[in-house]
């Protein structure tokens, strides 16, 4: 059975409200089953227009850890596709071992109606299968536009079925990093059209074998999508995971998901996030930082598109360690733990992004606090040249919800 929290009666209530003067392409929806975008990062009407949103869900042991989401778009609007921008879980009860981190969105699909829909799957979880329960919240952008104005096809529109792809799927002993290379079998796009890889979130398990119950202190986590950048025929990406306690030394499982954009009008701004496998450091001095939630603003300037997206495609969290291994072991119980980015806004007439990033990673105390690292890329989408020869005569600045 699925707990819906505060936040998710508030989004549902504003589901209930159209997002423009158009008719309703909602008839016939269950309306209240879905969670829609409220906040707009641009609106260029008629022809491009972005929306951030969020869900906060809380789940008990043995519950279904799915959450649809849908996107009611203009009726301008031709094709539609949506970002996972990251996420952050916690426990209710106390702190806990960890078996499981999941954050990804699947089942994505738009429509004749021009709704966009999507499935949520979460958990954070020990081997009594969250021992108390769990919220999960997750974060994420829509996107959707008028071909004709952005030479730009999302995977999802072909055939009209769900061509989401399972990115890395591996194993990982002791100290290694889980990695893998993934390309499509069967591209979708030609050799001259170039590919953003779009996030769609990761899992982190521990593994033995005894059904996956499996769990343990956690000291690092982290997860790396990087893209070729020069595609060729279609694109070649990477995935890399970390999950280890302090001794690294139980197997783990990790998978990534993406999605991609490809089309003459699609361009991404990337570079490769590295990760290792850390160990503490009792070197150093004792920590005194909380695990507290910590937020970093970022500011992009003079980006040549005329829309720009940040997407979340790297992320790291680990505890800090203390002086000596009695003072402090190096990995830690986990209350609240999660990476993701917000408040996104787009100024397009000065090529100017900004962006908040989130990190948290605590146990009940929120001691010894955590360190973090990012890795974001940006996908730039540009107007086809015969729809832009009034665009500095009225520029649309992206509009900012209160």
């Known amino acids: 059975m699925r707990f819906a929290s505060c936040s998710l009666i508030l989004i549902s209530m504003l589901a209930l409200a159209p997002l423009g003067c158009e008719s309703d392409p909602m008839v016939g929806v269950d309306e209240a089953a879905l969670t829609q975008p409220t906040r707009v990062i641009i609106n260029d009407d008629g022809r491009f227009t972005a ?12 519950g279904d850890k799915h959450s649809s989401g849908a996107w009611v778009a203009p009726s301008w609007v031709g094709d539609a596709t949506v970002i996972y921008n990251g996420f952050s879980h916690r426990y209710l009860s ?15 699909s738009f429509g004749a109606d021009h709704v966009l829909r999507w499935t949520f799957n979460g958990t954070l979880d020990d081997n009594d299968l969250g021992d108390g329960g769990m919220e999960l919240c997750y974060f994420y952008t829509v996107i959707g ?16 079925i769900d061509l989401d792809y399972d990115g890395a799927t591996t194993w990982m002993g002791w100290r290694n990093v889980m990695s893998a290379q993934n390309q499509l079998p069967d591209c979708p796009f030609a050799a001259s059209e170039p590919v953003a890889v779009l996030p769609r979130g990761s899992t982190h398990q521990y593994r033995d074998g005894l059904g996956g119950m499996t769990d343990h202190h956690l000291f690092q986590i982290a997860y790396s999508q990087t893209q070729d950048q020069n595609p ?4 070649t990406f990477s995935t890399s995971s970390v999950l280890r306690d302090k001794n690294a030394d139980d197997d783990a499982f990790a998978a990534g998901r993406a999605s991609l954009l490809g089309g003459l009008g699609v361009a991404i701004r990337a570079s490769d996030f590295v990760l290792t496998s850390r160990a503490p450091n009792y070197n150093q001095p004792f920590p005194t930082a909380t695990g507290a939630e910590r937020v970093e603003h970022i500011v992009v300037q003079g980006l040549p598109y005329s829309y720009a997206i940040p997407m979340l495609t790297g992320w790291e969290l680990y505890y800090k360690s203390g002086s000596t291994p009695q003072a402090l072991s190096g990995d830690q119980h986990v209350t609240r733990m999660g990476a993701s980015i917000r408040n996104l806004r787009y100024d397009r007439v000065k090529g100017a992004l900004e962006y908040d990033f989130f990190s948290v990673l605590g146990d009940q105390n929120m001691v010894p606090g955590h360190e973090s690292r990012r890795n974001v890329a940006i996908l730039g989408l540009t107007r086809t040249p015969a729809t832009v020869c009034c665009f500095e005569l009225s520029p649309t600045v992206s509009t900012l919800a209160p």
């Not at 106390?94 to 994505?108: A, F």
């Open 51 to 62: 929306l951030e949103g969020s869900e906060c869900l809380s789940y008990f042991p043995g």
């Open 94 to 108: 106390s702190d806990h071992h960890v078996r499981r981190v999941q954050g990804d969105i699947t089942g994505v």
């Open 145 to 160: 536009w008028d071909p004709a104005d952005v030479q730009a096809r999302s995977q999802v529109g072909f055939g009209g």
């Open 232 to 235: 060729g025929n279609c694109v």
